[in-house]
C-alpha cells in the first residue's frame, strides 16, 4: 500500500501494460473497434501496427475475428468500451471464446457510471453479470493502475478467455510493485473483525474511506479487494462470513448478478450471514459528473459506512 | 484435373451423401437439405484442395474449413469420416447423448473442427481471424469457408466482409450455398436478397458465380482463387437443397427434419446405386 497521490484511470493502465506486454510476447495482438484514443490501445496501435487490427464499428466481427487469431495460436486482446465487448457482442463471446474455450482476452473499458457525460446507453451495468454467467469465463475487474498491469499480465498466462473491465475515470493509487495480483484471489486490503466490506474496481478506494468512517464510530471493517469475480475467492468470502458475521459488497454494477451476487452465492449456500448490497438499484444511470452520478445513486464512502452499520444490525435477526 | 479424378470426387461426393442421411436418420433430427447441397464442395475441398493431415489434425500449417452454417454439421462429419478424421461407425451417434458429434459443431469435441459454430452469421469473422493470423505468420494456409445464403441475413457476414476485403485476405475463399431456401421458406419470401455476387463485388471481393454441384467448376474456381492477389474469394455457388436424394430436392421441410425409415431407405438406395 502505497500514499502516492498520482490517480490513473485504470483504462490508461491498460494501453501501458499491452504495449510491455507486446514487447514480451510476440503472439499477443490487438483489436480494437474505432475506440482506441479512449480504450487506450492507441499505444500498442503506434509500437506495432503490424500486430494491431482496427476493426471498425463492428464489435460483433472484431470477437469472431479475435477467436480466429486465438484458434490460431495467438493471443488477443479484444477491447472496446464495457457495454459494448459484453453487450453487442454477447452472442459472438458466448459461441466463440466462451463454447471453444478459446484464448481470446477481453480489454472492456468504461465500465460503470463512471463513464459520465455519456449517459446511460454508454454505462455498463451489467457486464459482469453478462460475463460471469458464461461457462469457463474468468472475470476481473482491477482497481487501480497496478492491478490492472498484473492484471492483463495474468490474462495473458491463463489458457481460456479472460474478461477485464477497466473505467475511464482516474482513481488512486492502491497498489505497489510488491503487490502480487493471482488470479481467484481476494487481497485484504485492511483487517476488521465487527463486518467485511468486499469491492471491486473503482469502489475499492470508496471502501476504504468507508472504513475509516466506520471506525471513527467505534466500528472495525475490514476491506476486500475482490478483484477477480469469477473464479470468487471463496475461502475470502466464508472466512469474512464467519470472523466478521457481516458483509457489505460494493461494485460499479447492478447489483443483479455482479459482485453482490457472487458473494451471496458463496455465503447463502456455505455461510448465511445478512449482506448488504452496494451497486446500481435495477436503474439505468444518466448524464452527470462520475462524482454527481456516485452520490445519485449512493455509492459514496458514506453510503457503504451506512450499509455496513445496517448489516451489522441485522446480524441475529 | 483428370474425368478419373473428377468421377473420384463424384464418388466421395455421394459417399459424403451417405453420410449424412445416414447420420440424420439415426438421429431422427438434424438438417440434411443445406447438408447435401454443400456435398461436392466439401467433397473438392478436401480431397483435392485442402491441405490437411487426419493423422495430425493440429499440423499449423495446414489450410483451415469453417462451416459458418454451423447446421450444416452432418456435411462436416461425413466429410471429416471419409478424411479420416473419425470413424465412419461413429456418424450414427450424431446428435446422440455423450457424443462427441453435437448438434452443431464443436472444435472442443472433434478433430478437424476449427471452430465451434452453429449461431449463424459468426464463421466467417472467425475464418477472417486465421487467415490475418496465417499472414502475420508467414504460413502458407489457406481459409475456406462455407456460409449458407439465408445466413447473410445476419449483418455480422457484412461486417466481416468489410474485413476481409480491408485486411486484403487473398488466402480467404468463401463459398455462399446459394440454394435459395430457409427454414420458413423461400429467401425471396421470407427476406429477399438479390444478387448476391453483385453485392460482394461492390463490397469489393473477387466473385465467382458456379454451379455448386460441379465438382471441375468448384476446382477452377479454387484455382482462381488461389492465383488472385490482394483480395478474397466469394463463390455464388447455385446449388439445390437436398441434391442427390430426389425426394429432398428443393423440398423446405427438408430444410431441418430427419427422414423417416422407409425413406432413409430409400435415399440410401438411390445414393448407393449410383456408386455402383
Known amino acids: 500500500m502505497t500514499d502516492a497521490p498520482q490517480k490513473t484511470a485504470t483504462r490508461a493502465a491498460y494501453g501501458k501494460a499491452l504495449v510491455k506486454l507486446g514487447e514480451l510476447n510476440p503472439n499477443v495482438v490487438v483489436l480494437d473497434a474505432d475506440l482506441s484514443k479512449s480504450t487506450k490501445t492507441e499505444g500498442f496501435a503506434k509500437r506495432f501496427p503490424e500486430r494491431f487490427f482496427q476493426m471498425g464499428i463492428a464489435e460483433a466481427d472484431m470477437m469472431g475475428t479475435a477467436a480466429g487469431l486465438a484458434a490460431s495460436g495467438k493471443i488477443p486482446f479484444a477491447s472496446s468500451f464495457a457495454i459494448f465487448a459484453s453487450g453487442r457482442a454477447f452472442d459472438q463471446v458466448r459461441q466463440t471464446a466462451g463454447y471453444g474455450r478459446l484464448n481470446v482476452k477481453i480489454g472492456a473499458s468504461h465500465g460503470g457510471i463512471t463513464v459520465g457525460e455519456d449517459g446511460a446507453s454508454h454505462q455498463s451495468i451489467e457486464d459482469i453479470a453478462l460475463m460471469r454467467v458464461i461457462p469457463g469465463m474468468t472475470v476481473i475487474v482491477p482497481a487501480d493502475a497496478e492491478e490492472t498491469e498484473q492484471a492483463v499480465f495474468a490474462a495473458a498466462r491463463h489458457e481460456g478467455p479472460v474478461y477485464i473491465r477497466t473505467g475511464r475515470s482516474p482513481v488512486p493509487v492502491l497498489f505497489d510493485e510488491d503487490y502480487k495480483f493471482q488470479i481467484g484471489k481476494a487481497a485484504t486490503l485492511r483487517e476488521g473483525k465487527d463486518v467485511t466490506i468486499i469491492a471491486c474496481g473503482v469502489m475499492v478506494s470508496a471502501s476504504l474511506e468507508a472504513a475509516e468512517i466506520l471506525a471513527k464510530k467505534g466500528v472495525s471493517a475490514r476491506v476486500l479487494n475482490m478483484a477477480t469475480i469469477k473464479p470468487i475467492h471463496v475461502d475470502a468470502v466464508v472466512a469474512a462470513a464467519k470472523e466478521t458475521g457481516a458483509i457489505v459488497t460494493v461494485e460499479e454494477h447492478s447489483i443483479i448478478g455482479g459482485l453482490g451476487s457472487a458473494v451471496c452465492e458463496v455465503t447463502g449456500e456455505m455461510c448465511p450471514v445478512p449482506v448488504e448490497r452496494v451497486g446500481i438499484r435495477d436503474v439505468f444511470g444518466q448524464s452527470g459528473t462520475p462524482h454527481e452520478l456516485m452520490q445519485a445513486y449512493g455509492l459514496t464512502g458514506d453510503d457503504i459506512a451506512q450499509a455496513a452499520v445496517r448489516a451489522i444490525d441485522r446480524i441475529g435477526t | ?276
Open chain 2, 1 to 276: 484435373m483428370t474425368k478419373e479424378e473428377t468421377r473420384e470426387l463424384q464418388r466421395i461426393a455421394q459417399r459424403i451423401r451417405l453420410g449424412i442421411v445416414k447420420s440424420v436418420a439415426a438421429a431422427a433430427s438434424g438438417h440434411p437439405g443445406g447438408s447435401l447441397s454443400v456435398a461436392d464442395i466439401m467433397a473438392t475441398l478436401y480431397f483435392k484442395e485442402m491441405r490437411i493431415d487426419s493423422k495430425n489434425p493440429t499440423w499449423p500449417d495446414r489450410d483451415r474449413f469453417v462451416m459458418s452454417k454451423g447446421h450444416a454439421a452432418p456435411a462436416l462429419y461425413a466429410t471429416l469420416a471419409e478424411a479420416g478424421f473419425i470413424g465412419k461407425e461413429e456418424l450414427t451417434t450424431l446428435r446422440k447423448f455423450g457424443s462427441r458429434l453435437q448438434g452443431h459443431p464443436s472444435m472442443r469435441h472433434v478433430p478437424g473442427v476449427e471452430m465451434s459454430t452453429g449461431s449463424l452469421g459468426q464463421g466467417l469473422s472467425a475464418a477472417n481471424g486465421m487467415a490475418i493470423a496465417a499472414k502475420l505468420d508467414k504460413r502458407p494456409t489457406r481459409v475456406y469457408v462455407i456460409i449458407g445464403d439465408g445466413e447473410a441475413q445476419e449483418g455480422q457476414i457484412w461486417e466481416a466482409s468489410m474485413t476481409s476485403v480491408h485486411r486484403k485476405l487473398d488466402n480467404l475463399m468463401v463459398f455462399f450455398d446459394y440454394n435459395g431456401l430457409q427454414i420458413d421458406g423461400k429467401i425471396t419470401d421470407v427476406k429477399s436478397f438479390t444478387e448476391p455476387a453483385a453485392k460482394w463485388r461492390a463490397f469489393g471481393w473477387h466473385v465467382l458465380e458456379i454451379d455448386g454441384h460441379d465438382i471441375q467448376a468448384i476446382h477452377a474456381a479454387c484455382e482462381e482463387a488461389k492465383a488472385t492477389k490482394g483480395k478474397p474469394t466469394m463463390v455464388v455457388a447455385h446449388t439445390i437443397k437436398g441434391k442427390g436424394v430426389p425426394f429432398m430436392e428443393n423440398i423446405v421441410d427438408w430444410h431441418g427434419k430427419a427422414p423417416s425409415e422407409e425413406q432413409a431407405e430409400e435415399a440410401i438406395s438411390h445414393l448407393e446405386a449410383s456408386l455402383r
